[in-house]
């Protein structure tokens, strides 16, 4: 069976999936060039580069059955693969709730694992109000809003676990910016404002560029909170109470 190349792999994560101890895979490839994105190496196909096999990972997996409660599975953007469901099958049937980390640019395949029912928490990245400032952010002049609105719909519409994020870099999104967005995102149950970390940026100008500070981001969330469920800073969640698996 063919699946997703793993070129990343996480072990263990308290921070991805707050209020469980995770292992967390990164799949190369991504149909988005974010000038702050920090995972440049897996943005494309690399024939000779280093992958981890599922099945070290779904051994180490069953190692820790009973300390481990899920796996998160990111990238790169993990949509795109045609394969995905069936690398999201192998982990839930090793017994391990999944949650899924996703730009939203395919809403086809969103609803397709959201339908089968193959994951358990959905972390979507916003990356700037639905209107042409969301070019600039991820650097695709040609990205498709209406995907994006489509992804929101069908998570907006599931009764599963999810929350939208943000980055808030400052070469990329003013703090009108930020709020343009809330009010895109009226009704949304949850918001995390992500802090921008200068180093390594996909887009060399931006690691001379210094980050909001805090306090800005906390104010910003706060004035989110007018248009949606909760806002917060990354590093400042509340976790929400989650289901047994």
Same mark, same amino acid.
């Given at each position: 069976?063919?699946?997703?190349?793993?070129?990343?792999?996480?072990?263990?994560?308290?921070?991805?999936?707050?209020?469980? #101890?995770?292992?967390?895979?990164?799949?190369?490839?991504?149909?988005?060039?974010?000038?702050?994105?920090?995972?440049?190496?897996?943005?494309?196909?690399?024939?000779?580069?280093?992958?981890?096999?599922?099945?070290?990972?779904?051994?180490?997996?069953?190692?820790?059955?009973?300390?481990?409660?899920?796996?998160?599975?990111?990238?790169?953007?993990?949509?795109?693969?045609?394969?995905?469901?069936? #690398?999201?099958?192998?982990?839930?049937?090793?017994?391990?709730?999944?949650? @899924?980390?996703?730009?939203?640019?395919?809403?086809?395949?969103?609803?397709?694992?959201?339908?089968?029912?193959? !994951?358990?928490? *959905?972390?979507?990245?916003?990356?700037?109000?639905?209107?042409?400032?969301?070019?600039?952010?991820?650097?695709?002049?040609?990205?498709?809003?209406?995907?994006?609105?489509?992804?929101?719909?069908? @998570?907006?519409?599931?009764?599963?676990?999810?929350? %939208?994020?943000?980055? *808030?870099?400052?070469? /990329?999104?003013?703090?009108?910016? !930020? %709020?343009?967005?809330? !009010?895109?995102? /009226?009704?949304?149950?949850?918001? /995390?404002?992500?802090?921008?970390?200068?180093?390594?940026?996909?887009?060399?100008?931006?690691?001379?560029?210094?980050?909001?500070?805090?306090?800005?981001?906390?104010?910003?969330?706060?004035?989110?909170?007018?248009?949606?469920?909760?806002?917060?800073?990354?590093?400042?969640?509340? !976790?929400?109470? *989650?289901?047994?698996?």
């Amino acid at each position: 069976m063919s699946l997703p190349r793993i070129r990343g792999f996480l072990p263990n994560t308290l921070i991805d999936w707050p209020g469980r #101890l995770a292992a967390e895979v990164f799949l190369e490839g991504c149909n988005l060039r974010c000038p702050y994105c920090h995972a440049g190496y897996l943005l494309t196909t690399a024939p000779d580069a280093e992958t981890f096999e599922l099945e070290h990972i779904l051994a180490h997996l069953k190692g820790e059955r009973g300390w481990l409660d899920g796996v998160v599975v990111s990238g790169g953007e993990p949509t795109i693969h045609p394969e995905l469901p069936g #690398l999201l099958r192998q982990f839930k049937e090793a017994g391990f709730p999944v949650k @899924l980390d996703t730009n939203g640019t395919q809403p086809e395949m969103l609803a397709m694992v959201l339908g089968e029912g193959l !994951v358990e928490c *959905v972390a979507m990245d916003v990356k700037a109000p639905l209107d042409e400032r969301y070019a600039r952010a991820t650097g695709r002049a040609d990205v498709d809003l209406r995907a994006i609105r489509r992804s929101l719909a069908l @998570l907006r519409n599931w009764d599963g676990d999810y929350k %939208l994020r943000t980055t *808030v870099c400052p070469a /990329v999104l003013s703090a009108k910016d !930020v %709020l343009d967005l809330a !009010v895109d995102l /009226v009704g949304a149950p949850r918001l /995390v404002l992500q802090p921008f970390k200068h180093g390594h940026c996909l887009d060399p100008a931006l690691d001379l560029v210094t980050p909001y500070l805090e306090e800005l981001l906390l104010e910003l969330a706060e004035r989110c909170q007018e248009f949606v469920g909760s806002a917060t800073v990354r590093g400042r969640e509340t !976790v929400p109470s *989650v289901p047994e698996a």
